[in-house]
Structure formats: structure tokens, C-alpha cells
């Protein structure tokens, strides 16, 4: 089994800066890509960033230029540094892995860490 760990969210004001961290553990496994995906209350959950295993990036429009995504020193691990924050950045944030175990892909999902952004 794989879990995915997120952490790092909560209230900050408008220009603010938070920064999201994601570890995944278990045994037996390969990362390929792993990103960010965030939903706010009365909409689907989108996609915030992404990298790839070699460090690729991909960003929504609306958040390119404020957000930053990277790997981590741990193995496994990737940040969100996200800057001049803006009360539509308000959401649950969650952490994608897309990984193969004993040959075999799946996707994981974190539980979501709530991101609030007060104007």
C-alpha cells in the first residue's frame, strides 16, 4: 500500500505566501508524475500543477507566475510554494501520485489540506 501525506495549508491573507508539502510512503513502488489538484465547495477539482519524474512542470493559467512546484530532498516528496495568494486560491488542496507497484500502475490521492485565503 501507498499513502500520500499532505501538509502545510491554512489561513492566510490576501498577498500572503503558504507553501504545501506531499510525502508518499509504502513499499514496493515507482513514482512517475505526482501534482497538485485543488476543489473549491460547489466545484470540480482542478488541476493545480503537476511534475514529472524528470522535473517537468505544468501549471494552470491562473496560477502560473504565483505558484512554484518542485521535488523535494526526501525521496518521494514534492513542495507547492504558493505566493501572492488571492481569496479565489480558497479550496482543499490535493496531492496526485501516479506510480507503478510490482509492475502495475495506479493513481493515489492525499486526504487534502484546506487552503484559506482572506480578503
Known amino acids: 500500500q501507498v499513502q500520500l501525506v499532505e501538509s502545510g495549508g491554512g489561513l492566510v491573507q490576501h498577498g500572503g505566501s503558504l507553501r504545501l508539502s506531499c510525502a508518499a510512503s509504502?513499499?514496493?513502488?515507482?513514482?512517475?508524475?505526482m501534482g497538485w489538484y485543488r476543489q473549491a465547495p460547489g466545484k470540480q477539482r482542478e488541476l493545480v500543477a503537476t511534475?514529472?519524474?524528470?522535473?517537468?512542470?505544468n501549471y494552470a493559467d491562473s496560477v502560473k507566475g504565483r505558484f512554484t512546484i518542485s521535488r523535494g530532498n526526501a525521496k518521494n516528496t514534492i513542495h507547492l510554494q504558493m505566493n501572492s495568494l488571492k481569496p479565489e486560491d480558497t479550496a482543499v488542496y490535493y496531492c496526485k501520485a501516479q506510480l507503478r507497484r510490482l509492475g502495475t500502475p495506479y493513481t493515489y490521492w492525499g486526504q487534502g489540506t484546506q487552503v484559506t485565503v482572506s480578503s
Open positions: 511534475i514529472s519524474s524528470g522535473s517537468n512542470t
Open positions: 509504502g513499499t514496493a513502488f515507482i513514482i512517475n508524475d
